[in-house]
């Protein structure tokens, strides 16, 4: 079994403690692949995370359960995970993908989530976890879109910096079966063989195949072996849409829809928008340029091309406070995005107004990195941040964002200061105490402001009758 000795970021522990609601005592069972963590190293991550220690116990691959007692959350490290053919691993899953997807074989990349299945069968009914990476996990879009529909995959958390490899995103994918079993047997001719990275190659040779028992790992042979899952009852997939020229949303619309938790963190990185799927009724056109350093000494995010030629109607100089600059920790070469995208003169140029997001900035097409600073965002900034990242991560721009995610990462555009969390108070937590007295009190405001309304309705009907009264009295007088 070939194994590193390089631990996890101190995130992924972080993510995975507060996913699988590890503590001090709690068991942890780890699964040991080529290239993966072992338990001394992860005991590390958990250290430097400060949340405890929990007992990590390494499954042997054919266990269901290290012992008798009860489930443990089961954790598998696939982050050097490498598919090399594709089509092959789709083949051999046929009868595995029909159990999900009649007629998605040869639509959907289903390779990197066969350990998602791996995972929750080895766990019992209980939580599970898989770190994969990122850039496989996000080309197989519409594979994570089924299994998130059928109620196996409760959140996926995406990892910039992820070691061993810092250049390359990793993603943390949290499992739930609930209260179905999941289960691999013997049903297909030949498997799935894994391929795995080593220090010395990216492309390795060695191949990991899965044993029909789970009890012994052959690696570097043809011989592979038939998995199989148990039939899934179907659950109802929750549409996440985040519009971006929407405006804003509530908090508590965050946590019904996208299940934000106290303490739960999101990626905040910058969305890649490319031109063949800009579909947002603001957007029309979207140039690629760059900026000089020039112009940011100048204070102008305005690129040199277009600027050469201030008589076109394409060519508005657009200054920003220097304060703005220092904000946004921009840098010269970094080319920005729009957020909210209010319109500034000609088709091929947008700003961000102050109205929109408090940002004055220039959008290009090929983005760096928006790297706002979370300690001057307001709540409403937060919010609308955080609809945008969840409305590409879940409406089809995954792969693309994915894509500019690396490539920033791989020159450091990307740092671990670019993740924040969104606080939601126990008022708008749907599991508190705190979030159910809200709602009564809520509902109690609304009934006595009905009340009242109708207290005020009812007084201007007397009061309209009292005039007509005294007007019929006054005729009559005259009378």
Known sequence: MRETTSSLPRLTAAALSRALNLEQGSRLLTVRLPGAVDAEDLAKCFTLNGNGVPDICELEPGKQNASDDDAAPVFVDASNYYRANKH???????????????????????????????????SGRTRAAVVLPADLLDKAEQARTILIREGLIESVVYLPLSEPRP????????????????A???????????????????????????????ARIDTNTPRSTPIETSTFATRELLQHHAALSKGKISLIAITRNYSATLGDSFTRVAPFMPRESTTSNDIDAVEVRRISSQDFQDGNLLPVDASDNQNSSDSKFV????????????????????????????????????????????????????????????????????????????????AQ??????????????????????????????????????????????????QAEAAVAQALRDLEGAKKAVTQVVDQTCE
Request: one cysteine or more; proline letters at 6%; hydrophobic letters at 40%.
């Open 319 to 398: 200054k920003v406070d220097p304060s703005v600059l220092d904000r946004y920790e921009l840098r010269a070469g970094d080319i920005v995005m729009p957020r909210m995208l209010g319109r500034y003169g000609a088709s091929n140029l947008l700003v961000v107004s102050s109205d929109d997001a408090k940002q004055h900035l220039v959008a290009s097409h090929n983005t760096t990195v928006i790297r706002p600073s979370f300690q001057t965002m307001t709540e409403d900034e937060r919010v609308v941040f955080s609809e945008i990242i969840v409305g590409y991560l879940t409406e089809g721009h995954g």
């Open 401 to 450: 964002l994915i894509q500019a995610l690396t490539e920033a990462a791989s020159i450091r555009a990307i740092r671990p200061s670019d993740l924040f969390e969104i606080e939601v108070p126990p008022a708008l937590d749907p599991r508190t105490r705190e979030y159910s007295e809200s709602i009564n009190r809520f509902a109690e405001v609304v009934r006595t402001k009905k």
């Open 167 to 182: 250049y390359m995103t990793s993603a943390l994918l949290i499992l739930s079966s609930g209260n179905r079993s999941v």
């Open 88 to 122: 092959d691993i789709e083949k051999d899953s046929a009868a595995l993908i029909d159990y999900l997807e009649p007629g998605y074989l040869d639509f959907c990349d289903w390779g990197p989530f066969i350990w998602c299945l791996y995972a929750l069968a080895l």
């Open 184 to 214: 691999f047997r013997s049903a297909i001719e030949p498997g799935p063989r894994f391929q795995y990275v080593t220090k010395t190659s990216y492309y390795s040779d060695i191949t990991f195949s899965i044993s029909p028992d789970w």
